[in-house]
Structures are given as C-alpha cells and as structure tokens.
C-alpha cells in the first residue's frame, strides 16, 4: 500500500507534463484557462478579505455558524491553491519563501492551528495569523500590468525619495525638539515628551492635521504655521521627483517610437511604388500588429501609433 | 376634436423643420438664441439648487408659501424643457436613457408624484427625488469647452489611475488591519473593528486626518507617522501620471503646430490614402470624418473612437 | 491770499517737472531714491499692519497711549503717500480707481471719521475701515519681480483652474447631498442641512479634514472615505495643469535663450579671427552684460548662461 | 615639565602628516577607514539622538544610572570627535563658526556646564542645550550624495518658491482679517484676535485642519471653503516651480550625454580660452578647477560659486 503511494507520488513529481499545464493556470494568465483561474482567485481573495472583516465585528450568534463554515471553505480552497502552487512552480522553495508564498502558507494556518492546539491556546498567534490574511489583497495589485510602470517609476526614483524621507525625518525630530522646548514646560501641554512632540510635527508636516495634539501658546502657534507652510511647499520634492521619473520613462519610451516612425518614413517611401501594383491587403504592413493588444479591435492602418477603438497606445 | 388633435400631433411630430430650429436653439450653442437658451437654463438651475438648499434648512413659516411657488415654476419649466428635448432630439430614446436625460425627469417628478400619491405616502422616495435635482449641475460643467482637455487627460491616464487606486486601497486595506492588531484590543479603544480601522488609514493617509479615530499608544502613532509619511510621499504618483498626459496632449499639439510647415510627408501619405481610398471606397462610412480634426491624419477606419495619430478622443 | 494760493496751486499743478521726479521716485524702482523709498514704504506698511494686529488683540492700558500715537503717525505718513501718489500719477483718476488706489484711502480714512462723526457713531464702519488696513501687505507681493512668472502661469491656466473649479463645486455639491440623504436623518446628526454637507464635502475633498462635521454610520464612512481617495486623487489636476503651462513658459524662454545662443556660435566663430589679435579687455563682448543685474558680480565670459558667483539665469 | 609639554603640543600642531591623514578619515569618506569613521559616527548621533528622547520621557528609576551612563559615554566620545575636527580641519575657525561646528560643540556643553554650575543653576539653558543635540540629526543629510541635487533644484528655484511664500503670507493674513471681521464679535467666538485668526487661515489653507478653530456660522463656512479650495489649487504652484526646475537639471543632463558626440564647437571654444589663459595667466588661480565637473565649460573667474555654462554649484 505504501510502496503503491510511493510510487504513485514519484511518478506525480516527474510528471513534467501536468506541472507545466498547472504552471500555465496557475502562474501565468494568458489562455483562458488561466484566466478564469485568476477571476475565481481574485473573487475569493475579495470574499476571504470580507470575511476577515466581519470577523473582526460584533455581529448576531446566529450568523456565527455560517462564518465558521466559510472559515472551512476558504482554508480547504486556499490550503489547495498552495500546494498546487508548490507543486508546479519550478522552484518551489523561492515561491515559499517569497512575499506571497509566506502570506498564501499563513492564511491556511489559523484553522489548523486551532485544530492542533484548541482555541484556547496560543490565541493572540492565531488571531494575528487571521488578520494577516488581509495582505493578500496585494494580490490584486499583482494582476494588473499597467502598476509595473508606475513601480518602475517609483523604484527609478526610489533613492531619491528616500533621501527626502530622510530630509523630512530630520526635521520633523528637530521641529518636534523645538516645539517641546517651547509647550513642553507648560501645565497640562500635550507636547509631554519629544517622541509624542515629533509624532506632532508629522501631523503637521504632512499636513495631515488630527488636531489631537495641538499648541496653545502664541509662540507654539507661530512655529506651527512655520511648519505647516514647510510641509506646504516641499510636499513638491516627491512630486517632482515622480513626475520627472516618469518624464523619463515617457521620454525614453517616446524615443523608441519616433526611432520607428522615421524608420517606418523611409520605408514606406520604399513601398509606396510598390504599394501601388499591390492589392489592399498589401495596405496591411505584416510587422503590424493587426488587431489591439488591449481591446482586440482590428487596426487597419499601419504605422497607427493609437489603437482607433480604445485609444491606447499601440508603441508602448 | 381628437381626429384634429390626432393630425396635428402628426404633423408636429413630422415638422423636421421645426425639430431642427429647436434641436439648434437646445442642444447647441453656436447661435445667439442658442447661448440665450444655455445662459437662462443655468441661471434656473443655480437657483433651483439653492431652492433645494433653502428647503433643507429651517425656514421661517412666512418663507414656505413662496418656496411652494417656486417649486411649481420650476416643475413647469424644466418639464417644458424635458419635453421639448424628447421632442427635438433626433434619437429621443438615447437623450431619454443618458445621464441628463434621467436627472431631468427625475428632476420633475417629485412635484407629480406629491400630486398623484399624496405627500403622505412615498415620503422618502419624494425626498430622495428632491435632492436628486442637485445633480443638475452637473450640466453647469457640460457647457465649457475646456472640460474636455481635463476630461481627456483624466481619461488618458485612467488606467494608471485606477491601478494607483487599487495600489492605494490594498495599501490602507493592510495598514488598517495592522492598526486593528496593535490598538484594536485596548479598553475604550476606538479601532473597534477592521473596516473602522480602514477609515481611519485612508483618513490619515490622503491627508486628511479628521482626528475622530486617532492612535493613543507610542507604537500606534509610529504606524500612525509611517502612513502619514507614505501618505504624503505616494501623492505625488497621481500627479505624476497627469502632469505626463497633460504633458502628453500638450506636445501632440505642438507638433502641429510646428508641423504646418513641414507637412510634405504627411501630404504625400494623404495621396496614397487618396488612391486607396478610390480602390475600396466601401471601406469608409460616408458620414465619418475621414482626418482627424486634431493632427490631420487619415481615419481609415469608420466608426474609430479615437484616432490612430495621435490618439484625441474622434467623438467627444 | 486765495489768489496767491491759487496761483501757487495752478504752478504746482503744472509742474510737471516736479512731478516727473516724484513719479520716478514713488512708482518706480530704479533709481536710488526710488528703492530707498519702496523699502522705507515696506517697512511702515509691516509695522502698520502689526499695530492692527495689536489693537485686535487685549493690551495693557499701558500700551493704549503708545498705539495711539502710532495710528496718528501712520495716519499722516500714508495721508501724504496718498496725496503724493494722486499728485504725480500721470493719471490720478485710475490710480484712484485701483486696488492700491481704494485701500490706500481706505487706510487713511478710519482716523479721519473718528475725528468727524466720534468714535461712538459709524463704530462698525470704522472698525473694518482699520481692518482693511491689513491688506496693504499685497504691496510686498508688488514689489517682486519674480511673482510674475507665477501670476504668467497662473493666468495661462486660469481657464483650466477655473473649470478645475466648477467640476469640484459640482463634485462637493452632489456628494454633500448625497452625505445629506444617507446621515441627515439620524438623532443628533451634524448634516443638519445640504450647505452644511456641502461644507463638509469640501472639508473632506480638500483633505483639510477639521473633524468638525464626521459621519458616524458605515455607510458614511464608505462615502467619507470615497471622498477623501476622489480628492487625493484629482488634487494632481490643478497640479498638472500648472506645472504644464509653467513649462510653457520654461520652453519659450529656452527657445529665445538657444535662438540667441545658436546666433551667438556663428558671431563667435566670425569673432574668433579678430580676437586673436586683440587684448583681453576685447574678451569680453560689448553688447553683453559685464555685471550680473541679480547680483552685481562681473561676468568674465561673453555668452555665460548663468552667473558665475549666484547661479542665476543671465539669459531669463 | 611645562616645556616638554609644549615641545609636544607645537610638534602636534605642526605635524601637516598626522593632520592630513586625520582629516581624510574624518572629513571625507574615499577611504574604507572614512567609511568606517562616518558609519560609526551615524550609530553614535542616533543612538544619542534616542537618550535624548528616552530623557525627555518619564522612565523607571532603574533606568536612570544607566543613561547618566550614557551621557558620559556620549559626552566623551563627542568632546574627542570636536577636539579632533578643531584639530585636523585645515582652517579651524570657519569648522568652529560652521553650523555643525556649532552644533558639535554645544552638543559636548550640558555635562560640563552641569559639573561646573551644579545642575541646580543655569537649569533652562543647560536643558535647552541637551535638546539642541538633537540637531545633530542634520548630520545624517550630510552623509548622502543624492541629496545634493533635491537641494540643488530647490536652491535653483528658492527665489520663485520665497515668493510663493510671500504670497501665501499675504493671502493668509487677509483672509484671516476677513474672518475677523466675520466671526471675531460672535460670543464664545474662538476667533479671539488677528493673530489667531491667520493661524486659522494657514491651517486652513495648507489643508492641515487641526479643527482647533473652526467658523461656526454660514458666512464663516462660506469663506473657510473658498479658503480651503484655494490652498487645495494653489498648493500646485510650488509643485510646478520645483518640477520645472528639476527638469531643468535633467535636460542639462541629457544635454551633456547627448553632447558627447558634438563635441566640435566645444572644443573649438576650449582651444580658445585656452589660448587666452596663456596669455593672461594670473587671471586663474591654479588651485582652482578650470572646467566645470558637470559639464565641461570652461570657468575663466577664478572663486566662481557656479558654473558660468550650466549654472551648477561648483562648491558643493
């Protein structure tokens, strides 16, 4: 019976056929199939994110028992998703061990743990395991291409941000110092510390504004308006930097396409006489892309630099 | 009598010419009846609003007949300006389906409906339809041409600014659930839940920062600083991706501008699109703009959204 | 005497060599004088403007004589300016009529109609007569070059902006009233009425966030929290729209700035022959500028974009 | 005994060797001993940084020993790193003048004043001085390279940006006027004075909102809005002025990579200053660089601050 298991197990791992088609479903989302496996995942992660939600709300006993058995469902169905994942991925320990492959293995844990242990046991762990399902709505950002390039921008421009965050930290700690010398003596001030003083200044910088710690004194008043119009201003320095990131990547991108265009200028001064014996099929240049990568409407027009259906950009 | 009425009926629904004069007069703004119409129709509407305003509030007992007053002329005129809209318009079916065309009927029911019903009985529905005249104006915005550069961009970028979004709400999404771990279990705390714990996150982290749900540990304000941090720094995404599609169409219109002169190439491509025009002439719908009113370029597809050039929306 | 008076007076009048000098000195800048006499004038306008700022607040009676004083003192010295101004103004009509022209009599006349009615009659007139005082600090904003390139770029989009405008006055008007159909019914609500809802939307958009109007129900805060994302989001929008018609500006000067310096290879290379047989003081040009007109260093290079001593643009 | 001392100390001082090679690990940071030197250091502020902190909180007696500990660890480790700074710097007193000079030594003052006077007297300065150490944070700005162009683009736009300033500052003063006109005579009205009342305006208009003063009647909500709105449009004014000028610097960037290849008429210009150096030679000081770093142009003012060609910063 084992020996059986065993073997039936071997020729399960050596089965290149079967991870490579699961690899294509699961991993990747360009044939209908993978597709439709990545809708359904989508609207469970939503489903399981909700149901992390109501969990964490007082709601009548009666819907109690209905929660623990969408617990079940979503445990079973996830457990699944993640072997399967394990199964098929190439490389099993770096999916393991990535961002998602921890978060996928934590959202199926509270259930057994609770099975293993009894609930009483280890409860603050389990309920953090719970929450910690909530991540995998970073899921959905996964799925969308358009985010890489807003990535790239920000990863293009990423030191640079950082030294700003660095800039801001400084002053914030020294706004904060400033501020506490300034309200911290006074009777019943909320600047009683600096960490509290500097969690103000943030506050106030990032013009975010509780209003659960603010200054009382003339002085106090005056250093805050100080920092309000700092954080006002150099609320541009990220801005800038983004935006010139993205000029960049624009640029760059643009460079590309007008390299085609005047390339297509010449060849097709070479094609027009050509062109003019042919029928119109001919119209149709055969490097084109005939039909929208995003829209699939046709583009009869080669050389179009913007789909005529949808308006995206075909050079990208 | 009803054979009279029956005929003329007819023959006002078959007066092309009539509907014509009319459908010039309401829906465009090129003659001076035409700017007449619109300037009168937005005067009504900006005090029909602020009638709406009025009567959400306490008013004194003497001011209430004339708001009554008020109300049955604005029944009057917006149902004479609904109808004769139905009446002009060449597809009244698609006017009567769009946005406008469902704000002004509805725009018109309450009235009836207090006549019909009784103001008793569907008093909220009543209500609801009151306030729903509110979002006439909207139509304050339709009648400005530069909306539409705006609108453009917004709408170029749309895709980028969704997946921002997406980014934006798994982000909130994680910190909220994170905030719930850490300040969620302390007596008289105010993240009772996950969801109230969202708000709070997106409250802080687009800044705005009501200071109804606030941190009151040291470990919550350091989470509570980080998002405002990010808060303040991810800003700069969306302002970028507009500042380069703004960008975007105000280059496309440069180019020209400066094309003008250079414009042999164009004109020589315009001749080839000339002959293969004449060859399969059935290819093009005769009432589509064969060239782009914005760059020139030939539209070889009829019935494009956009145009192939330079990607300007071809039907707004 | 009247007659030797009027003479006197009809001589004044038509001096216009007096009054050229005066005009020089008050209106314009460039001379010696002139500065002399804008930062004197700036200064008087800071220190009146903080006496307002004073007499707002409770003082020691101490101190009342002190302010007393002084509001005589600012009272003669800006009488005079005024007097001066509409004597040497080629026309006295419109800088009457002007902005600074109104505020400057307005700034003189509180003291004025003390002294006619007492201060017991017209006491509110009076007290926002001294109020209005405090506008004068937009002569310090007068007095900047640099503010034009601003205004420039902010009048280039204030069609945009004020479109920008209309759609978020539309936005916060719907979404006001919305907020009003979903919390103005609750027991204690604070959406007590749609401008007060308006009011909050705008708070909300703006991302100001008082916490002084917040909804309480989930349904709210869903809502809320829309508005809140709505208004991180198209905050990038005006921010486009400026930064685009601020490198309009950028590119105009550029195009001028290579035009000249493009002209400025081809004269170098014809001067390259004679230079080499002339002595250094011939290094320089004649029809560039030697000193630099931010900061008065010498510019040792003919055709120097920037100034070598404080960086600043010379080609601008 | 005396003598030899001093034999040794003016040996010490005379030793340029010992100096150099001091100064190469303590102010630069080529070396792995500088690299080594700088990160210790960094450890050593924010550790510094955090007792000041941890001083400023209420903490366990216990506890207490051990940062009377660390502040001798801290003040020891300081006075040796000021003393060596002093030693090593190649001009002493412009380190000493520096603000990090200043900082430095101020940061080593609280133990000794404390030994000195007993920290029973001079308890306010010897305390604002233990705070003042927090400055030292500035530091950690110092250490990075990236940092030098987000201040470049924002020093080569600060004459733009304190203009905005200026005009945020008007704005602010006068709209708080007006809501001291509106709201300042209401009983209970928290708009008390002038001062207050632009504190509230700067809040507003920043888009902080603490909501520790709000307007509480219709007009008051009315202008709060208008001032809301405008600080949510005009906060794109500094955006667009850093933008422009961070492309600025880009472009100048670009410029250089794409010059590389047309190099000519560069080239030819170097020849002739090259010439024209030889024949006033005592013009350049030899210690001085020639070219600029970034982009090649020749600076013929010896003690320019700025490249003459691209406006860069040659000190930094």
């Known amino acids: 019976m084992i020996k059986k298991l065993k073997a039936w197990w071997e020729a399960l791992m050596r089965n290149e056929e079967l991870k490579k088609k699961l690899y294509t479903i699961i991993f990747e989302s360009d044939t209908p199939m993978g597709k439709l496996f990545d809708v359904v995942l989508i609207i469970l992660i939503i489903f399981s994110v909700h149901l992390v939600f109501i969990e964490s709300m007082e709601v009548p006993l009666s819907i109690k028992p209905w929660l623990m058995r969408a617990e079940y469902f979503f445990t079973i169905v996830f457990t699944a998703e993640y072997v399967l994942r394990l199964y098929c991925s190439p490389k099993p320990k770096d999916y393991a061990l990535s961002f998602f492959g921890i978060i996928d293995l934590v959202a199926t844990l509270p259930f057994y743990m609770t099975w293993l242990f009894g609930s009483a046991r280890y409860l603050l762990i389990i309920r953090v395991f719970r929450l910690i399902r909530v991540f995998r709505v970073f899921k959905l950002f996964h799925f969308l291409r358009e985010g890489n390039l807003l990535l790239r921008s920000i990863i293009l421009s990423s030191r640079k941000i950082f030294v700003f965050f660095l800039f801001v930290v400084t002053l914030v700690t020294s706004l904060g110092t400033v501020m506490y010398m300034i309200e911290g003596d ?10 509290k003083s500097i969690y103000w200044a943030i506050v106030t910088m990032t013009t975010v504004g509780y209003g659960d710690v603010t200054p009382v004194t003339g002085l106090g008043r005056f250093l805050s308006s100080l920092v309000m119009l700092l954080g006002y201003t150099i609320m541009a320095v990220p801005t800038g930097i983004v935006s010139v990131s993205m000029m960049n990547l624009r640029d760059a991108e643009k460079r590309e396409a007008t390299q085609e265009d005047s390339d297509e200028v010449e060849e097709e001064n070479m094609r027009i006489v050509e062109r003019m014996k042919t029928e119109d099929e001919e119209f149709l240049a055969d490097d084109e892309p005939n039909y929208c990568p995003y829209c699939g ?10 789909c005529p259906h949808c308006g995206r950009n075909l050079k990208v």
């Open 186 to 195: 006074l009777p019943g001030t909320q600047f009683t510390n600096i960490p």
């Open 297 to 306: 409407g046709s583009i009869l027009f080669s050389g179009a630099n913007f």
